[in-house]
């Protein structure tokens, strides 16, 4: 099981009261010794601060300091999103405390051909028809185009609803016909999932193999890997069933089939799978919640931590 699947976000008490959802009545998030109150109109819960690995905090959530405080002893991470969970706003710490996937993220992308290498296993997890070995960078990006274009012609067929190409125009939502409008609102869904995980997990946003330049380019990455799997198939379906309340129905759609098909647990599998590509089991890579430090000396070698490795020789100089 992933890190994000194996730690609570809630507790069972309090997921059955609220439904499992965020909704927007006002709740307060306090503190009790080292429990966190959840209180709202229904009356107060206590959570054992021990059992939560990520409070993800919906409209309406207010959070004093010392819940935060208790939050920040335990390790837990806290996510501030929106309703439902859909999109992510902002978040502090890593559900993991080791440090193995971002080092292995920089490593990858700081060296061009493992760069290449990744968006090529990108390109295979999306399209795994098709062999990308020794495709150039510009071979990849018009591949991928004519892809996803054919995605939408074949969706289009499916649903029986006219396409004229995809039009987005920044800020403007309602500028693009009902199934340009459900395609954009699952992308944003999908980025705002994309981008809970990543930083769960650790990972820097901003170091992308196939985006490059923003600081959301990995998160990007990740959320593409999904498009014509669910996110574009989702959109026409919720286009074809009516035109009324666009954007609302796909979210709520998208968020019913991320727990379906279980999108993260297998987002943590594939961005490990990408990172970490000589341990498919990940054998190799520390205990998520244990702390381990080591200290880098030549050669590549890490040693322990805690311990002088001066000499005497070395003192006399000081």
Not at 80 to 85: I, N, T
Not at 154 to 182: E, I
Not at 219 to 228: E, F, G, H, P, R
Request: include cysteine.
């Amino acid at each position: 099981m992933s890190a994000v699947q194996e730690r609570s976000s809630l507790s069972s008490s309090h997921r059955a009261r609220t439904g499992g959802t965020t909704s927007t009545r006002r709740r307060t998030t306090h503190r009790d010794a080292d429990a966190i109150t959840a209180e709202d109109a229904e009356g107060t819960t206590h959570i054992p601060s021990a059992t939560i690995g990520t409070l993800l905090l919906g409209p309406g959530t207010r959070i004093t300091h010392q819940a935060m405080s208790v939050l920040g002893e335990t390790g837990a991470c806290v996510a501030w999103v929106g309703e439902h969970g859909v999109c992510y706003y902002a978040g502090g710490r890593a559900l993991s405390r080791s440090a193995a996937l971002l080092e292995a993220q920089a490593t990858q992308w700081a060296n061009v051909r493992s760069r290449i290498a990744v968006a090529r296993a990108m390109y295979r997890l999306r399209f795994p028809d098709e062999d990308p070995a020794g495709l150039t960078r510009h071979e990849l990006l018009g591949r991928e185009g004519t892809r996803v274009r054919n995605c939408y012609r074949a969706q289009a067929a499916r649903t029986g609803l006219p396409w004229n190409g995809r039009h987005y125009t920044p800020g403007d939502f309602t500028s693009g016909d009902p199934v340009n409008q459900a395609i954009t609102a699952a992308a944003q869904c999908m980025y705002g999932v994309a981008h809970a995980v990543v930083a769960s997990l650790g990972c820097s946003p901003g170091l992308g193999f196939v985006h490059s330049g923003h600081e959301l380019s990995f998160v990007l990455d990740i959320a593409d890997l999904y498009k014509t799997d669910i996110g574009i198939p989702l959109a026409f379906d919720v286009a074809a069933e009516s035109e009324e309340d666009i954007g609302s129905r796909t979210r709520r759609a998208l968020r019913d089939r991320i727990n379906e098909t279980r999108l993260l647990e297998r987002c943590v599998r594939d961005i490990k799978d990408l990172l970490l590509p000589d341990s498919p089991e990940h054998a190799s890579e520390p205990e998520e919640n244990t702390d381990r430090v080591t200290l880098q000396s030549d050669r590549g070698l890490n040693v322990s931590s805690g311990v002088n490795y001066g000499t005497e020789d070395e003192a006399a100089l000081w």
